[in-house]
């Protein structure tokens, strides 16, 4: 199984803070890296697939990027709204493994 | 509207078996994998496996093969998620989600509200 190894565990920052979490894939997946967000007692949600593209209706300041098997996801100024946790995924072989997810707290 | 609704919460006794559904509407259900995610309580995502409906070919995660079994039935666009005797450690949210397109390393897309599964004597 691929693991996927996401940091920080958690993390606070304050409205419009740069906020930035990383994903280590432990083999080649490609570009099949996926982010999702996921609010207490909801459903996961899609924000991004293919390292850096975004769903329709995601705001702009949800931002991916790689460099080898490292992926990054970065919100470049904070919103409540994004209080969540996020967890990214490789979907490029199954197990289709996710990360131990990141919980974003606002300040 | 491309929709997943999964059954209720089910609360079991260790040993008993379940299954679970998940029903797709709004688009062609034979053309997208449908997968399998576990929650455990306060934990995180755990990727279970997928099922094309087209065929049923299934793919499992090394951690939940032989202890769950997908199924579909295309006829009334479900699938399903069943096991053969539960145990407590399966307590948790189990969802089911569509992949975005239909390729299989697409990610999951369309989610069901999850289904709560308790275990316990």
């Known amino acids: 199984d691929i693991q996927m190894t996401q940091s920080p565990s958690s993390l606070s920052a304050s409205v419009g803070d740069r906020v930035t979490i990383t994903c280590r894939a432990s083999?080649?997946?490609?570009?099949?890296l996926n982010w999702f967000q996921q609010k207490p007692g909801k459903a996961p949600n899609l924000l991004m697939f293919?390292?850096?593209s975004l769903l329709s209706g995601v705001p702009s300041r949800f931002s991916g990027s790689s460099s080898g098997t490292n992926f990054t996801l970065t919100i470049s100024s904070l919103q409540p709204e994004d209080s969540a946790t996020y967890y990214c995924?490789?979907?490029?072989?199954?197990?289709?493994?996710f990360g131990q997810g990141t919980k974003v707290e606002i300040k | 509207e491309v929709q997943l609704v999964q059954s209720g919460t089910e609360v079991k006794k260790p040993g008993e078996s379940l299954k679970i559904s998940c029903k797709a509407s709004?688009?062609?259900?034979?053309?997208?994998?449908i997968g399998w995610v576990r929650q455990l309580p306060g934990k995180g995502l755990e990727w279970m496996g997928i099922?094309?409906?087209?065929?049923?070919?299934?793919r499992y995660s090394p951690s939940f093969h032989g202890q769950v079994t997908m199924s579909v039935d295309k006829s009334i666009a479900t699938a399903y998620l069943q096991w053969r005797s539960l145990k407590a450690s399966d307590t948790a949210i189990y969802y089911c989600?569509?992949?975005?397109?239909?390729?299989?390393?697409?990610?999951?897309?369309?989610w069901g509200q999850g289904t709560l599964v308790t275990v316990s004597s």
């Open positions: 083999q080649f997946v490609n570009m099949y």
């Open positions: 709004g688009y062609d259900f034979s053309t997208h994998w």
């Open positions: 995924q490789q979907s490029y072989s199954t197990p289709g493994t």
């Open positions: 989600a569509r992949h975005l397109s239909t390729s299989l390393v697409a990610p999951f897309h369309i």
């Open positions: 099922i094309y409906p087209g065929d049923s070919e299934t």
């Open positions: 293919g390292i850096s």
